[in-house]
């Protein structure tokens, strides 16, 4: 049998050693780079409002409060072009998550929104989500009261209202939204509005950063 010699056994063992060192740098490199493994999250999108076709190859995941100033400005400014080019075209699925930080009325809006999507599913809820956004106030003020949720709910196509009511007058849905706020802490989410596309967060929710983000994501 031949056997290597101590010195060549000594060399093969460093050439061994250094490639493997090598191949682990490069794994950690890929893992922690923006859309690495690292820093990819996973939801449960389970009984979230979706927008758009469940089949789209890429899924949106928003994390919003309702009284939220900025992300009023996302769905004002962003959302169309989003809308347009990616949803409407059956591109991007779209999933909006809770997270009532703000202020006590916005689990009180987020509630309602949540009574909302037990009645009328996705699409009452994201009509009652766009009301909830033409209809904020200050900040500052405590505006989302559950008289003026139950107002804003006349205008959802289809809501029985005396559901809706006992619905947000009980706060029957808090369980809801206080695991939407538990995701959220998970994910490490800080503010709102939080965009995640393929569970990677944006660095921004203007329309150009998140519209780039899609189209890598589309490739």
């Not at 063992?13 to 490639?19: A, D, K, P, S």
């Not at 400005?73 to 990616?86: A, C, G, H, L």
């Amino acid at each position: 049998m031949t056997r290597l010699n101590a010195k060549s056994s000594n060399r093969t063992i460093l050439m061994v050693g250094t490639l493997v060192a090598v191949i682990l740098i490069a794994l950690v490199v890929f893992a922690v780079r923006p859309g690495g493994s690292a820093n990819t999250k996973s939801f449960d999108l389970s009984g979230q409002p979706l927008l758009g076709q469940e089949s789209a190859k890429v899924t949106l995941v928003v994390f919003e409060d309702f009284k939220c100033p900025n992300c009023k400005n996302f769905e004002d400014n962003t959302m169309p072009t989003v809308q347009s080019k990616y949803i409407d075209t059956g591109k991007v699925k779209l999933y909006k998550i809770n997270f009532p930080f703000i202020g006590p009325d916005s689990t009180t809006a987020a509630e309602a929104a949540e009574c909302v999507y037990a009645q009328k599913q996705s699409a009452g809820y994201n009509q009652f989500a766009t009301l909830l956004f033409r209809a904020q106030g200050d900040e500052k003020t405590q505006w989302a009261t559950k008289a003026k949720m139950e107002d804003l709910g006349t205008y959802v196509d289809g809501l029985d209202a005396a559901k809706f009511k006992t619905c947000v007058e009980s706060e029957s849905t808090k369980a809801q939204v206080d695991a939407d706020t538990a995701q959220a802490t998970k994910s490490g989410v800080t503010g709102t509005p939080s965009v995640f596309v393929n569970g990677v967060l944006s660095p921004d929710y203007s329309a150009g950063t998140v519209g780039a983000a899609i189209d890598k994501a589309l490739q």
